[in-house]
């Protein structure tokens, strides 16, 4: 066997002993790069090459965009903006069938509108809804798994760190991802919603109708729901017509908040410094991915086994959508042993070449992987976005009622990913818009 080859599969052994020992995927993939690295060219190239690759992203003015995001979903959550949204929103669906399930929905989708975190979705509005759950009988393993199922808009809906991170690592247009990942996102949360009016359906017991509210008070309830779509009219309106960068849509967004919580007196030195904290810790993980990821990247190049793997895969015959079928349940696999930036950035170097081989949109494809990360965080026994959602239940929360009840849930999310596979002009017909 070529030698190079055997080195890429070392690699890929060393990494994943590595993981499942518990080293940050960050940090294991810039050992094994390094390690690697050195093999073939020596430690001081190697050195210099991991040196060159933290530094370039680290003052990335696209990476930028990163801790600013961020600090736009703290401050909405710091500033009560999510929770105003989430009570309008209960004023006007509550009283459907599975009422309290599709305001989860329909809020975690507003507030993915504002945050590119899943699990600061599931916290902020699963710390809201569930009580209102709870009260109104709601069976808690239900309650739970819807809202982990929720949480995962938020990285689909732009912004989403998801794309941004995709972004980076694959050289795309940031805004592009995120003007093509509104449809899917609509789309995913309306079945999400079709799922939980189901449900209800079915078994009114587990989900009854909540509480009823007048007109008045449905009216009334607007103007403080209308800084969450705000936000997201400051970022995606700006991208779509091209007035301004994502990076600047971001600061954008983030002054916004900010003045919005100095007007409503909601302003706090205590609330600002979490939020500062919280967005550091978020940035330093994703850069430390990146930085690994793509000097691991590179030392796969030095290997030339990739273009060998896709020269054989394309020698097969296989088309775009049964490359992208054949995917789903390796992903599926992957998510439960690996974060969202962790299959992103084990993946790409592998799979992203082999799809610009066989055709398939680099766009299209940054919103496929983010569907299928949004799997993983449902997916046990890692699923971030479930033990989130458990925390929140305290002793009622019990493991195997909600992974029982994410099987719908879960079933959506994979009927979307095929809805996406065969009608990827869900996806491209806003995302191919010239930015």
Same mark, same amino acid.
């Given at each position: 066997m070529d030698p190079m080859i055997v080195i890429t599969m070392l690699s890929v052994v060393f990494l994943f002993i590595l993981m499942v020992v518990g080293v940050p995927i960050g940090f294991a993939l810039g050992i094994v790069g390094l390690a690697g690295y050195t093999y073939l060219e020596g430690f001081e190239v190697a050195?210099?090459?991991?040196?060159?690759?933290?530094?370039?992203?680290?003052?990335?003015?696209?990476?930028?965009?990163?801790?600013?995001f961020i600090l736009?979903?703290?401050?909405?959550?710091?500033g009560g903006f999510a929770g105003d949204f989430y009570t309008g929103v209960q004023k006007w669906l509550s009283r459907l069938p599975g009422g309290l399930l599709i305001t989860a929905?329909?809020?975690?989708?507003?507030?993915?509108?504002?945050?590119?975190?899943?699990?600061?979705?599931?916290?902020?509005?699963?710390?809201?809804?569930?009580?209102?759950?709870?009260?109104?009988?709601?069976?808690p393993g239900l309650s739970l798994a819807a809202l982990s199922a929720g949480g995962t808009l938020g990285i689909l809906i732009p912004p989403s760190l998801g794309m941004v991170f995709y972004a980076i690592v694959t050289e795309q247009s940031i805004g592009k991802l995120f003007i093509a990942g509104i449809l899917p996102g609509i789309l995913l949360a309306s079945l999400f919603c079709l799922a939980s009016l189901s449900i209800a359906l079915i078994k009114p017991e587990l989900a009854p109708r909540g509480a009823d509210a007048t007109w008045a008070e449905r009216i009334a309830a607007l103007p403080k729901m209308s800084v969450i779509p705000i936000i997201f009219v400051i970022i995606i309106g700006g991208i779509y017509t091209g007035v301004y960068t994502p990076t600047e849509a971001a600061g954008c967004a983030t002054a916004f908040v900010l003045v919005a919580m100095i007007v409503a007196r909601r302003f706090s030195w205590k609330g600002v410094l979490a939020s500062l904290v919280r967005a550091g810790q978020l940035t330093a993980m994703v850069l430390t991915i990146i930085a690994g990821g793509i000097f691991y990247a590179r030392f796969l190049v030095l290997t030339d086994a990739m273009p060998r793997m896709i020269?054989?895969?394309?020698?097969?015959?296989?088309?775009?959508?049964?490359?992208?079928?054949?995917?789903?349940?390796?992903?599926?696999?992957?998510?439960?042993? *690996?974060?969202?930036?962790?299959?992103?950035?084990?993946?790409?170097?592998?799979?992203?070449?082999?799809?610009?081989?066989?055709?398939?949109?680099?766009?299209?494809?940054?919103?496929?992987?983010?569907?299928?990360?949004?799997?993983?965080?449902?997916?046990?026994?890692?699923?971030?976005?479930?033990?989130?959602?458990?925390?929140?239940?305290?002793?009622?929360?019990?493991?195997?009622?909600?992974?029982?009840? *994410?099987?719908?849930?879960?079933g959506v999310m994979i009927l979307e990913t095929v809805i996406l596979i065969f009608f990827p002009e869900i996806a491209l017909w806003l995302g191919s818009t010239k930015l």
């Open positions: 050195l210099y090459q991991l040196s060159i690759v933290t530094w370039e992203h680290a003052l990335s003015y696209t990476f930028v965009c990163v801790p600013l736009t979903g703290e401050f909405a959550y710091q929905f329909m809020s975690c989708a507003g507030f993915a509108a504002v945050t590119g975190s899943s699990t600061a979705t599931v916290a902020s509005i699963g710390s809201m809804s569930y009580p209102e759950l709870k009260k109104h009988g709601y069976f020269q054989f895969i394309t020698s097969m015959g296989v088309g775009p959508e049964t490359f992208l079928l054949s995917l789903i349940p390796i992903y599926i696999v992957l998510g439960m042993f *690996l974060d969202i930036y962790g299959m992103m950035i084990v993946s790409l170097p592998i799979v992203f070449p082999i799809t610009r081989q066989l055709g398939i949109d680099p766009i299209f494809f940054g919103v496929y992987i983010t569907v299928m990360c949004e799997v993983a965080l449902i997916t046990p026994p890692v699923g971030v976005n479930t033990y989130v959602a458990a925390a929140l239940g305290g002793k009622e929360a019990k493991m195997g009622d909600i992974f029982l009840w *994410l099987i719908p849930f879960f």
